[in-house]
């Protein structure tokens, strides 16, 4: 804001216009009629000649649009009527007649000249008007023109100072008070120039000070009353202006609240809803309730992460060290805003972050051409990254002990002589020589499938690991065999009951917990709502439809979240004896397996019981374990009704004005050991999050059917709020639920354009429709009153929080519904997944899975390789596999990016699969696939950060081994690759973007990063190759999802530490890109007008692979480290629409900054609307030139 004043001080006070003419010069042969007038005007020296030329210059400005009057202007006018004006108010008395002249025909001319104000203050015409206002306010006559006059001085805010300080503000005051309808076009004018004049803090300090809070709410409250033919809007509309404008400061919300102004403005407000014409009084009062309504606290004990990871160091200054090093009462909220009221700066405290989101936008782009060309030098010794030779095994391989069949072949290979089951002693014939673009022959190669070594790594490995994936499941355990089932305050039973499934590593967690080492727990059979518990059987019995949550595992030492060493169990009430047996209710587990050939819930839990989460915890998500069928139905995005945000702030207001209405019920809370606690009376729902992705802190029951989420910040961050996953039970049909997460940081979101949550049900599932659909209603967020200190949020600008809130009627009852975010993808899942893909394997595909490395939470992390088996066993086509060009993928370094999984999941299916485009795919590449770059921060919920509580994709610029091993290691692989010559053509890192429609892609350009920069003198000398545009453009044509109009391919400089930007830059690849897929929907192509689902997710992943074999079409296979000037004659890019289009310029690779003005009057049809925000106008043109 300051900058945007300064540089229209700039502009009034300092720009040169041409010198204006003395009256003789005017007179000269040339001069335009209207510089004779002005001319005789200026040296007119009696006053009735004076008004005589008022007179013909009032009737020749009133003709016409307002042209004469730019030429008035510009030949100084203004400058010979305030020249006048102060000669003629040195006369006594003046001259009343000509003071009401000088005055109308201003008024006429202010609007028009840009520096009148300036002028005005100059000439020392502000005294003269004000003091004839005060002498003359019984004369309407005379007073109008010089109230029309003021207002236009006050629309200088430096005018409005110098005005408040001749009491301007005390004199408008008399005029607008007390109550009545006289004169009501003088009054408007008046409380416009007083609106004018309280943007200025002094001023609205003055106001306060001189308690005129009070009267303007008094008068406000009058003419609500009074005016019930709502012929006067305007004076209401320019009160409540009035009020909006003292409220900016402090003081003034502080003598709003003690004048009772939330009440007498909720009241009115309500009384007004009903009338559409009078919304703009509504929105107004809107506004200035949701301001004053007093700051509070998130109803939180901190708001550090209630989960907590020790890391193995922490670095001193890092983001960790400095959250558990904040004084105590950081997270304390005051109201601090504006407190500085020397400033002037009177900024629109509403908007403030997004002033400084503009200004960081010109900001963010690279100009340091040093930091833009490549840096290749390799910081690390060959000897170092000789370890990583290991994962490339498909670079050396020579298929002696192979019997490979040509693809052709309908013979199929057994299994086991695929690569992945390859014994050591098969390797070890006489090797054939084959040319390799690796420098050394490999020695003494390790077992790809190696297994074994799962456990046995403990601590935080620096080296990657060398041992594989286990992938073929366990021996099958029944996961929810009842006859595990023991309860907990049986300890005996307990240790009894708990059989390891998984050797050593359960051990070892019952040494460290000895006491959680519960087997499974259950509920009692029947709760006080009828529920029974789960059970699974063979064959589906009946239609009891009874599902009890939750859905817990066997065999699996638990931890339940938050316990000072309690167990779980203890919080159900689960207080009566149950044994085995009893009447187990049954529970249908949908037949998918035709629908979901990649799911196998069995196969499910195997997997969850190898993930380490840091709560421990022990519950499966009925969705995951279900698994997720695409509806067939589409889902349009949703419409935003009238007045919705409206109707939901004008709820949250009413808690301030009937508190005694308010429950506030606390009905889970992760902070307190024996979550849930709700003592179940039918009278609140059942919240529960304690399984793998799962993310709620906190509900607390507002009103009967209302409640208040708070999320869990990522573990060891006290922020990123944003991903949710929790389950919610106890519900009654018929009614409808109001939630809000009141602590999402976003300052804006897809949920107010179209986006809607997504909801699973348990009853739904097992009627035979397991799936995620989007769901609620009433859906809007908007900033609420919850805020955090600038301390507690690191520095960071945005004090506020904000509420998603959506409404929802169930339509079962004793139904178990989840509600996400986006649609989950766990770990788990992943896991499942690989080891379903080995199934799709035939003798054609080369597919080895290894671990790369183990994370910070102790869990694998998986690296794909696939590509095509070599033809045969001749030197020809060895050599053809060996140097097949690698195309390297990854996804998910942003936990709450789940559709980047969805994406993935495309991929890696397309890739396995039987099409003739796959085969020849995998005969073009080599693929190399990290399909979860941060498998920690999906277990464990977190938005964005891994366990080191920091975002990973900004480290990749120096990775710490210990702190972010998956990067560093991923990160080692690469630069191996660069070593031996064998960098990828592709790299792709697949992210999700929460508010922008359409998938599209970031990619990395020199010239268009100059370009954008405007260092113009240099950019014509600047090579490049515009290859890096072939793949988007290519996927623009294929992929319906696709926008190549969001795409970008600048470098910014906060981005230089992001994968893209590193893999570009370091390792040199030219087609290093991000592809970012939308949480929302489309808004061109096929699927516009509707949300996007797994189905077009996973689509657009096996459009990935289609592109890529169009690539390779494209550029050729002569060598694939030379040659690629094709691209450039297959796609040429015109330089000029490249520089000339903004859309190629997005501020943020993960979340741009999002130039839709906040919501805040999103309803209004208010026409006299000044624009809330000065940036309004502009956000809207660059709203209009972004995509979305
Ligand atoms: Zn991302």
Not at 895 to 923: C, D, H, I, Q, Y
Request: net charge negative; aromatic share 8%.
């Amino acid at each position: 804001m300051e900058y945007r004043y300064s540089r229209r001080y700039y502009r009034s006070e300092f720009s040169v216009d041409p010198p204006e003419k003395s009256g003789r010069e005017i007179m000269s042969k040339g001069s335009s009629g209207m510089e004779v007038i002005l001319a005789s005007l200026e040296n007119c020296r009696d006053v009735q000649t004076t008004l005589n030329i008022l007179y013909i210059l009032t009737e020749l400005l009133s003709v016409g649009r307002g042209h004469r009057v730019e030429v008035f202007v510009s030949k100084g006018g203004t400058g010979i009527l305030f020249q006048i004006l102060i000669a003629a108010s040195k006369e006594s008395p003046p001259s009343m007649e000509l003071m009401l002249h000088l005055h109308s025909l201003l008024a006429k001319v202010g609007p028009k000249d840009r520096r009148f104000g300036m002028k005005a203050r100059l000439s020392g015409a502000l005294n003269v008007t004000v003091s004839l206002i005060r002498q003359n306010l019984q004369n309407t006559k005379l007073l109008l023109p010089c109230l029309h006059v003021l207002r236009v001085y006050s629309s200088n805010l430096v005018n409005a100072m110098s005005l408040g300080k001749i009491e301007g503000v005390e004199l408008m005051f008399k005029i607008i008070g007390p109550y009545s309808k006289k004169n009501t076009t003088l009054l408007k004018v008046a409380l416009d120039a007083l609106g004018a004049l309280l943007k200025s803090k002094t001023n609205a300090r003055r106001a306060v000070d001189g308690g005129y809070v009070a009267v303007l709410l008094s008068l406000y409250q009058d003419w609500h009353r009074n005016d019930t033919r709502c012929r006067h809007i305007l004076i209401r509309k320019g009160l409540l202006v009035c009020l909006r404008n003292i409220t900016n400061i402090k003081l003034g919300r502080k003598a709003f609240i003690d004048a009772d102004g939330m009440r007498i403005l909720h009241n009115s407000s309500t009384e007004c809803l009903p009338v559409r014409t009078l919304d703009p009084l509504v929105n107004t009062s809107s506004l200035i309730m949701r301001k004053c309504f007093p700051k509070n606290r998130l109803p939180l004990p901190t708001m550090k992460s209630a989960f907590q990871f020790q890391l193995p160091h922490i670095p001193a200054g890092g983001p960790v060290a400095q959250l558990y090093s904040h004084p105590p009462g950081v997270d304390d909220v005051v109201d601090d805003s504006d407190d500085n009221e020397e400033a002037e700066a009177d900024t629109d405290t509403e908007n403030d972050e997004d002033e400084k989101d503009n200004y960081m936008l010109n900001d963010d782009i690279e100009t340091d051409l040093n930091k833009l060309y490549p840096k290749r030098s390799l910081c690390r010794p060959f000897e170092e990254l000789k370890v990583y030779e290991r994962f490339f095994l498909e670079l050396s391989e020579d298929f002696q002990g192979y019997t490979l069949k040509g693809p052709k072949s309908t013979n199929s290979m057994p299994l086991s002589a695929s690569p992945s089951s390859l014994s050591a002693s098969a390797r070890s014939s006489r090797p054939v020589t084959v040319p390799t673009a690796q420098t050394q022959p490999p020695n003494d190669i390790p077992t790809p499938r190696s297994q074994g070594d799962c456990n046995s790594t403990k601590g935080h490995e620096t080296r990657p690991s060398s041992s594989a994936l286990k992938l073929t499941p366990s021996p099958p355990v029944t996961p929810l065999d009842l006859d595990n089932i023991h309860l907990s305050k049986d300890k005996d039973k307990k240790e009894e009951a708990s059989s390891p499934p998984d050797g050593d590593k359960v051990i070892e967690k019952e040494l460290v917990s000895p006491f959680e080492c519960v087997s499974l727990e259950e509920k009692e059979d029947l709760n006080a709502d009828g529920s029974e518990r789960v059970r699974r059987e063979g064959s589906p019995i009946n239609a009891t439809r009874h599902i009890q949550s939750p859905l817990l595992l066997g065999g699996i030492p638990t931890l339940r979240v938050g316990s000072g060493g309690s167990n779980f169990g203890s919080d159900c009430g689960s207080e009566g004896a149950d044994e085995e047996g009893g009447e187990g209710a049954v529970l249908e587990v949908p037949d998918t397996a035709r629908l979901l050939p990649l799911h196998n819930p069995d196969l499910y839990v195997e997997m969850v019981k190898e993930t380490c989460s840091v709560p421990r915890y022990a519950e499966v998500a009925y969705p995951d374990y279900f698994g997720h069928v695409a509806p067939t139905f589409k889902e349009p995005l949703l419409e935003r009704l009238y007045g919705v945000q409206r109707s939901k702030i004008f709820q949250d207001i009413e808690r301030l004005i009937h508190p005694n209405d308010i429950l506030d019920k606390v009905v889970y809370d992760l902070d307190i050991p024996n979550c849930p606690l709700v003592k179940d009376e039918g009278e609140s729902l059942k919240f529960n999050s304690q399984f793998e992705s799962g993310n709620l802190r906190k509900a607390i029951q507002a009103r009967k059917y209302e409640y208040d989420l708070v999320l869990n910040a990522d573990i060891n961050s006290n922020h990123y709020h944003q991903w949710f996953y929790f389950e919610v039970s106890g519900m009654r049909v018929g009614v409808t639920y109001r939630f809000n997460i009141i602590n999402c940081e976003k300052s804006n979101s897809q949920f107010n354009y179209g986006m809607q949550v997504l909801m699973y049900s348990v009853q739904e599932a097992i009627s035979g429709r397991p799936c995620w659909v989007r769901t609620g209603t009433d859906i809007c967020y908007y900033k609420n009153y919850f805020a955090r200190s600038s301390i507690a949020a690191g520095g960071q600008k945005g004090k506020s929080y904000y509420t998603l809130t959506f409404s929802m009627s169930f339509s079962h009852k004793d139904d178990v519904c989840y509600f996400a975010y986006h649609y989950p993808y766990t770990f788990s899942t992943l896991k499942m997944h690989l080891s379903k893909l080995e199934d799709l394997r035939t003798p054609q595909i080369y597919l080895r899975q290894d671990v790369l490395c183990e994370t910070l939470g102790g869990n694998h992390c998986p690296l794909l390789t696939i590509t095509a088996m070599p033809e045969s066993k001749s030197s020809n086509h060895i050599y053809q596999f060996r140097n097949r060009p690698l195309i390297f993928l990854s996804a998910r370094v942003h936990p709450g990016e789940t559709n980047a999984s969805w994406v993935m999941k495309g991929t890696l299916e397309f890739l396995m699969g039987t099409s003739t485009l796959a085969a020849s795919l995998r005969e073009a590449y080599i693929f190399k696939i990290v399909p979860m770059l941060n498998p920690d921060g999906v277990i464990n919920g977190n938005h964005r950060c891994s366990l080191s509580g920091e975002d990973l994709n900004r480290q990749w610029q120096n990775p710490n081994p210990e702190l972010h091993p998956t990067i560093y290691h991923t990160k080692s692989l690469l630069q191996y690759l660069a070593h031996i010559q064998r960098a990828p053509l592709v790299f792709c890192d697949y992210h999700g973007h929460s508010r922008k429609k359409n998938v599209f892609m970031y990619g990395c350009s020199l010239k268009e990063t100059v370009w954008q920069s405007n260092i113009s003198a240099t950019s014509s000398d600047l090579q490049e190759d515009l290859g890096y545009r072939t793949l988007p453009k290519i996927l623009s044509e294929i992929a319906p999802a696709f926008s190549m109009a969001s795409s970008s391919f600048v470098v910014e400089r906060s981005k230089e530490s992001t994968a893209r930007v590193v893999v570009w830059r370091e390792i040199g690849v030219q087609r290093s890109y991000t592809m970012e897929s939308t949480l929302c929907g489309c808004d061109q192509g096929k699927y516009k007008g509707f949300q996007i689902g797994t189905r077009e997710l996973e689509e657009m992943g096996a459009q990935f692979c289609v592109a890529l074999l169009r690539l390779k079409r494209l550029i050729g296979f002569r060598n694939h480290q030379h040659g690629w000037d094709l691209d450039n004659d297959v796609i040429a890019i015109p330089a000029k629409t490249v520089s000339s289009s903004p859309s190629t310029y997005v501020m943020e690779e993960d979340e741009p900054s999002f130039l839709e003005a906040i919501d805040y009057s999103a309803e209004s049809n208010d026409e006299d609307a000044e624009p809330e925000n000065e940036l309004a106008d502009e956000a809207q043109e660059n709203l209009d030139q972004l995509s979305d």
